[in-house]
Structure formats: structure tokens, C-alpha cells
């Protein structure tokens, strides 16, 4: 990569910030004499993967997985993701893809873990909202700043405080059976390899 000064890279940035294209919460990459810049919002879960599994899987493996057969703990990623998917298409019969198949495989996943699943589906620097295990806390860490969020049954919301930079925040979920993090900025949801 080439080699650039502060004073080009200043300029370059600034420009970038003047620009009336640039929309909010929209991944940017910057080519500037071959030095690349980026910024990245939060990632977000396409998908309410709890919402999905309470509306189309519970009916046959119970609220919350309440009589999800154990023996997935023994399937691989991908034969989890490929019973998911089957089910998915099958008796759910609302088929899932990419990254939806992805999250719901997650939370799927999740079930016979004993760490809380957690997943974002909201991202703005106004409010982070998503999805947990019911029973969970969940608390966002931003610098040295930690804040609870409001949790109502699988949902939970908080308003991140003034400066807080969510491209470099933990979101964690804790029950008293253990604690799942993530850094919002690589990852959507837990119990996956995204």
C-alpha cells in the first residue's frame, strides 16, 4: 500500500465529510492515492432470528426451544444450517437465505448452549435495539462507559450515550448460566463464526 501523509489523508477525509452523497450509517471506503479509509457502522442482523423461531418453530420445538431435540449440539455448522434450511423451506414454510439463514442457524444454535444468544437489529447512534435469551441482561460497554439495556421478554433497547463510538462497542448478554459478547462492528448476533 502506498504511503500517505497526515495532511492528505486530513484533506481527503474532509472531503469525504463535506460531500451531500454521503448517507448515514453507510459503510465508506475512501481511495486516496492508494491509501484506503473506512468507517463501519454497527452490523445489523437482517432477520429477528427469536421473532422468526416463535412464529414459524415453536408451534413443533416449543417456546424459546423448549423441546428442540438436544442431538444439535452433535451437528456440524453445516448440517445444522442444512436442517435449518429444510425446515426452514418445509414445515415453516417461509424459506430462509443468506444472511437470515445465517442468523437464524445462530440462534438455532444457541439453544443448547448455555451462554445467552444476542442479536442486533437496530443500529443508529440514536437507539440499539435487538433480540436475547429471555432472562438476560444486556449491557453495552463504549470506552470505559458501561449501560443497561431495557430488556422486555426476548427484546431489548437502549440509547447509546453521547460520543460513544459504536464501531468500537461491546454488547454483552448475561444470565447466571454465563455471559456472550460482541463487537457490534464484526458482528451481528452471537454463536456463530460471522
Known amino acids: 500500500m502506498t504511503r500517505v501523509n497526515k495532511t492528505t489523508l486530513a484533506r481527503a477525509t474532509a472531503s469525504v465529510k463535506r460531500s451531500r452523497w454521503l448517507l448515514p450509517g453507510v459503510a465508506l471506503v475512501v481511495v486516496a492515492c492508494g491509501a484506503v479509509l473506512a468507517a463501519s ?7 429477528a432470528p427469536i421473532d422468526y423461531y416463535e412464529a414459524k418453530c415453536a408451534r413443533c420445538h416449543g417456546s424459546y426451544g423448549a423441546t428442540m431435540p438436544k442431538t444439535i449440539a452433535e451437528l456440524s455448522d453445516k448440517e445444522l444450517e442444512h436442517v435449518v434450511k429444510q425446515m426452514a423451506s418445509g414445515p415453516a414454510q417461509a424459506p430462509l ?5 445465517s442468523a437464524e442457524v445462530a440462534y438455532n444454535r444457541s439453544l443448547t448452549d448455555p451462554k445467552p444468544f444476542i442479536a442486533v437489529t437496530t443500529a443508529t447512534s440514536k437507539l440499539l435495539s435487538g433480540e ?3 432472562g438476560s441482561k444486556v449491557s453495552l460497554k463504549c470506552g470505559a462507559r458501561s449501560l443497561n439495556a431495557s430488556v422486555n421478554g426476548h427484546r431489548w433497547r437502549l440509547v447509546p450515550p453521547k460520543g460513544c463510538d459504536l464501531t468500537k462497542a461491546t454488547l454483552s448478554a448475561r444470565t447466571s448460566r454465563g455471559t456472550t459478547a460482541i463487537a457490534i462492528a464484526r458482528q451481528a448476533w452471537s454463536h456463530s463464526g460471522d
Open 41 to 47: 457502522a454497527p452490523r445489523t442482523s437482517p432477520l
Open 97 to 101: 437465505s443468506g444472511a437470515k439463514l
Open 132 to 134: 436475547v435469551t429471555p
